[in-house]
């Protein structure tokens, strides 16, 4: 076993295969201490997440190396979910003429195995399924698809799984099912946890008798608020500006679920403005990027905006950031383009009231979970006042600068990279690229080499990680990230300095500082 630190919270647990991923992890989680937040298993590797002001990191390495030597009693095997599915993939001819096969040997051998969950990744509810009945190794599509449907049976490696949801994806199709994979109003909202054991049913036509999927209300797409005893509405949205959508502080702890974390990216301007306004730091308020939001107060109420430098004014009167303001029924707060930072944050008294998704109000935009992009006409409730609207004569803050320096630490994959590599990381000024959102920065610079060319078996990723893809330029992944990733992490972004990244703006600077 090899252990690799993955940033100040996280350990990655690096062992021979998937068998052995599959041991240690139960291992683990027969009896976590007090301290470790969560378990994530992934193709080659576990990654115990922890609370260092709980656990420090040596305690949790020692933990980890007594489970792996402890002979870890055999897991018992899960439930068996039998997947209705229809053998017309778009891959499923090429893939059964590249592994020596007729179509309907390919057929009969991927519905006679019965498949064990490995892990989940990816997406929310995206199984990683194994069987010893499956010996191929079937290569990805050399493009992936910028699209493959939910309900997509594929193949790649030595797995197969089904895509809850459409996502570009660069697996061999081979089936399609109508099961509903991932249902986040369910009180299991995963159809195929860890261990859980399935097999595909070959059907021309789809069972009839499976339920169709129930409707969410919180689907990507969904306007709809599902609340109940909604309160009278307080603010009206007149203009969205770019972006504007519903963020808390996130779902943390469920990345094991193919869950991100998710919630506002700025997480202090978040709780600065709930707590000007006198909500819960955990309030939901509204994400905005670049500015432009236009809302109007349906009855009093007190707001604050932090976050970005912008131009405030409530019926064309100037007002500050970072203060609380009172909005009269009636009255416009209009938030001006950003002129430093990209993110301001609209704190209402109350807390906005939205539909919670695995226990939060935050959109995911990878994903598709919480509430779609405000647009023109919403209507957005606010809830019961936690406290008092305090005063405040002024709250001190900083304009976003143009240069953003973090810190950051050596992450588990440095060894794959040249020597040369991380000084070129620490010592290079990098440009935001055009491409950053809510998923991750990607940077531009100069190319950071490889010792190793070889693909990356799937493990966990976190906020934070810099994952460099094979065209050398480093990717910080966000809150919206995926859980899983097959690119090398060269280095981990503390989760205290994601704040100051979040208001880094396409052309700004970003310096990373050796720790």
């Keep these: 076993m090899t252990l690799r630190a993955m940033g100040e919270r996280a350990i990655l647990a690096e062992v021979a295969d998937l068998s052995s991923v599959l041991s240690l992890h139960a291992a683990l989680a027969a009896d976590p201490p007090p301290g470790i937040d969560e378990l994530v298993p992934a193709a080659r590797t576990v990654l115990v997440a922890f609370?260092?002001?709980r656990l420090s990191a040596p305690a949790v390495r020692a933990w980890i190396r007594a489970a792996g030597s402890a002979t870890a009693p055999a897991a018992a095997p899960g439930p068996l979910v039998?997947?209705?599915?229809?053998?017309?993939?778009?891959?499923?001819?090429?893939?059964?003429?590249l592994l020596g096969l007729t179509v309907a040997q390919l057929v009969a051998r991927h519905a006679a195995a019965e498949w064990t969950v490995a892990f989940t990744g990816f997406a929310p509810g995206f199984a990683y399924l194994v069987s010893p009945d499956w010996r191929f190794d079937v290569p990805r599509l050399a493009a992936p698809r910028t699209r493959v449907p939910a309900g997509a049976v594929g193949v790649a490696g030595e797995f197969t799984g089904a895509y809850p949801r459409e996502t570009p994806g660069g697996w061999r199709l081979l089936a399609t099912t109508d099961v509903r994979l991932f249902d986040p109003d369910a009180a299991r909202p995963v159809l195929l946890p860890p261990r859980a054991r399935v097999r595909f049913v070959p059907s021309r036509a789809l069972a009839a008798a499976a339920s169709?999927?129930?409707?969410?209300?919180?689907?990507?797409?969904?306007?709809?608020?599902?609340?109940?005893a909604v309160p009278p509405a307080s603010l009206r949205i007149l203009a969205p500006g770019a972006s504007a959508t519903i963020q808390d502080l996130g779902r943390p702890h469920r990345a094991a679920l193919g869950v991100a974390r998710s919630g506002a990216l700025d997480r202090g301007a978040l709780r600065v403005a709930n707590r000007l306004v006198g909500n819960a730091e955990s309030a939901a308020g509204v994400e905005v990027v670049l500015g432009g939001l236009r809302v109007r107060a349906e009855r009093d109420t007190w707001v604050a905006v932090t976050g970005a430098l912008a131009d405030l004014r409530i019926d064309g009167v100037p007002v500050p950031a970072y203060a609380p303001v009172r909005l009269a029924a009636g009255a416009e707060l209009d938030i001006?383009?950003?002129?430093?930072?990209?993110?301001?944050?609209?704190?209402?008294?109350?807390?906005?009231?939205?539909?919670?998704?695995?226990?939060?109000?935050?959109?995911?935009?990878?994903?598709g979970l919480g509430r779609a992009p405000l647009a023109a006409g919403d209507v957005l409730s606010l809830g019961r006042p936690a406290g008092a609207v305090p005063v405040v004569d002024a709250f001190p803050w900083t304009v976003p600068p143009a240069r953003v320096d973090v810190p950051v630490g050596e992450g588990p994959r440095a060894d794959w990279f040249a020597p040369s590599a991380w000084s070129t990381l620490t010592r290079a000024s990098w440009t935001v690229s055009s491409r950053a959102d809510r998923v991750g920065i990607r940077l531009d610079g100069p190319v950071l080499d490889r010792l190793r060319h070889h693909e990356l078996p799937s493990e966990a990723m976190r906020p934070g990680a810099i994952q460099v893809p094979p065209h050398g330029r480093p990717v910080v992944l966000l809150a919206d990230g995926p859980v899983t990733g097959g690119y090398p992490v060269i280095g981990v972004v503390p989760d205290a300095a994601l704040d100051a990244l979040a208001q880094a703006r396409p052309g700004d600077l970003v310096r990373f500082r050796g720790r």
Excluded: K
């Design 212 to 228: 169709p999927p129930p409707v969410s209300r919180v689907a990507s797409g969904a306007r709809e608020e599902r609340v109940d």
């Design 51 to 53: 609370d260092p002001s």
């Design 82 to 97: 039998e997947i209705p599915a229809r053998y017309d993939g778009a891959d499923l001819t090429d893939t059964a003429q």
């Design 336 to 367: 001006g383009v950003a002129r430093a930072g990209v993110r301001l944050y609209l704190g209402a008294r109350g807390g906005v009231l939205s539909s919670r998704v695995l226990g939060s109000a935050a959109s995911d935009s990878l994903a």
